[in-house]
């Protein structure tokens, strides 16, 4: 969230000020009919007016009385390849920047690049989860709204990264490997036809379902649009 710099306040304090100054010389002359003595009582009170104003202001903005904090949270989308889930965090985070929230964005191709040496097999799947999983958690603690889009196929590892977090929304974008090809690009299911891609969630290895998923969505009946205003009206609800 943003705070008024010293400099806006001082900005606000003199825009505030003429204006108030403006109409109050204006009253001045129409009591008295003499325009100097009400030139110099607007002075006066402009110049004193401002101090008080920007002691009043600055006193104000040091007291957490009457403040509600506005808390973080992790978004983690879930779900096989070609899913939709990098486009739907991306959207998301496009939406909740409008709002004038921090927002960091976590995905494959950004992570992937700071653990180079992780592997496909569950246990380096897991271990990688949970690894995003810490990062995660100390954004949102520092009041960062993470998005999460990865395929996190185990629940295990799901479950270890909600218990990391205060406020955690997982989005379980449902599909088939039929569905998905339509979407790849890349030749992706290709190679998996080639044998050269194995251990693929969802193809030929299964992707594990969580029974307290907080929002679950078939792609084959839901457009992305739709999920996005659903998980933006979701989070909205929540945490705003």
């Known amino acids: 969230m943003y705070r008024d710099s010293n400099l806006r306040t001082i900005l606000k304090t003199i825009s505030w ?12 002359y129409l009591f008295t009919g003499q325009i100097r003595t009400a030139i110099e009582v607007g002075l006066l009170e402009l110049v004193a007016k401002m101090i008080i104003y920007y002691v009043h202001e600055k006193g104000w903005a040091r007291l957490k009385f009457g403040r509600v904090e506005i808390p973080a949270y992790v978004i983690w989308i879930t779900g096989m390849p070609y899913s939709g889930k990098t486009t739907l965090g991306n959207m998301l985070a496009e939406s909740l920047e409008k709002d004038q929230r921090k927002i960091q964005r976590l995905d494959s191709h950004t992570v992937r690049a700071l653990f180079p040496e992780t592997g496909f097999s569950r246990e380096e799947v897991n271990r990688h989860i949970k690894r995003v999983g810490h990062l995660a958690s100390i954004l949102e603690k520092n009041g960062i709204i993470a998005i999460a889009s990865f395929v996190s196929p185990y629940a295990e590892s799901r479950e270890f990264v909600r218990g990391l977090c205060n406020n955690f929304v997982e989005v379980h974008l449902q599909s088939t490997a039929e569905y998905a090809r339509q979407f790849d690009k890349d030749g992706f299911f290709e190679r998996i036809d080639k044998g050269e891609i194995k251990d693929v969630p969802g193809v030929d290895r299964p992707y594990e379902h969580c029974e307290n998923t907080e929002m679950t969505f078939d792609m084959r009946r839901n457009s992305l649009r739709q999920v996005h205003d659903a998980v933006l009206a979701y989070v909205r609800k929540s945490y705003n």
Request: charged letters at 10%.
């Open 17 to 28: 000020r003429f204006t108030a100054t403006a109409t109050t010389v204006t009253l001045v």
